[in-house]
């Protein structure tokens, strides 16, 4: 009987970015590390660094030994669904400068007295100095 493979989305595989709770995507599989993490020998931060995206290119980066390779099968829950293309990263990023943009616009709209006040004092100091000479 073959065995189903489970599918997740990237943003179910961001969601899971703590000690107690830690995913990882590599090549495509979705990896369960959480039990691994104080036994990891580059420490568990490298790993909750390479949560939320794909993290192939880190670890090969890193030279893992084919031991590592082997070890790390043991983790894994299933597959990155590639039919997703939502990239929590590119989501949060565009949801922050919106956020941004819509402050800078309330600020200005709520506080253009301030400036226009500035402009006034500017306008009376300067004639009355003008007006001294």
């Known amino acids: ?9 990237m943003q179910e595989a961001s969601e899971h970015n703590t000690k107690d709770d830690c ?43 084919e031991e590592a390779k082997d070890l790390m099968q043991t983790f894994c829950i299933g597959e990155l669904d590639t039919s997703s293309s939502a990239i929590p990263e590119l989501e949060i990023s565009s949801k922050k400068q919106t956020d941004y943009a819509q402050k800078l616009m309330d600020f200005t709209t709520q506080y253009w007295v301030v400036p226009v006040a500035v402009v006034g004092v500017s306008v009376v100091v300067g004639f009355l100095y003008l007006r001294k000479k």
């Open 23 to 65: 995913w990882v995507v590599i090549d495509g599989k979705v990896y369960d590390v959480s039990s691994y993490l104080d036994e990891h020998p580059g420490g568990d931060d490298v790993v909750l660094v390479a949560t939320g995206r794909d993290a192939t290119d880190d670890f090969e980066d890193a030279g893992h030994s």
């Open 1 to 9: 009987m073959p065995t189903l493979t489970k599918l997740y989305t």
